[in-house]
């Protein structure tokens, strides 16, 4: 992780179960996440690949890691940001993910920039 201040990518998460996509009678629990990535350092930098850790409510761990995000790389100049939607299927009503996107800044340091976890919820699970 570097602590500079000029490489800094904030990144936010909506998320929402999908029920239309879901079998619970099958443990099929299907979630749309919303996220955006905010460049607000002093760099440019491009996402070039991801890495996400997935865990359900039985302590299933997927691992996924992948170039982009949904067939991107963007560039994040400065006060950029970046949004997409993507999905996961767990295997129980609750579950998180985390993980981080791989950056090169435009001077050529490559940094990770952390996802912070995040919680999966069919609505009315959790309190």
């Not at 992780?1 to 099958?26: C, F, G, H």
């Not at 749309?32 to 299933?60: C, E, F, K, P, Q």
């Not at 006060?79 to 001077?107: C, H, L, N, R, W």
């Amino acid at each position: 992780m570097v602590e500079d201040k000029k490489y800094e990518i904030n990144v936010i998460v909506r998320t929402a179960y999908l029920p239309e996509q879901s079998d619970e009678a099958i443990d099929h629990y299907v979630f749309a996440y919303t996220i955006t990535i905010a460049n607000t350092g002093m760099v440019a930098a491009r996402l070039i690949s991801r890495h996400w850790i997935i865990v359900d409510g039985r302590n299933d761990i997927q691992e996924v890691r992948g170039l982009g995000v949904v067939g991107e790389q963007p560039l994040l100049k400065p006060g950029d940001s970046f949004e997409y939607t993507s999905g996961t299927a767990i295997s129980s009503p609750v579950g998180s993910m985390k993980g981080s996107y791989q950056m090169v800044a435009e001077d050529g340091l490559r940094f990770d920039a952390p996802i912070p976890e995040f919680t999966l919820s069919v609505p009315r699970v959790l309190h």
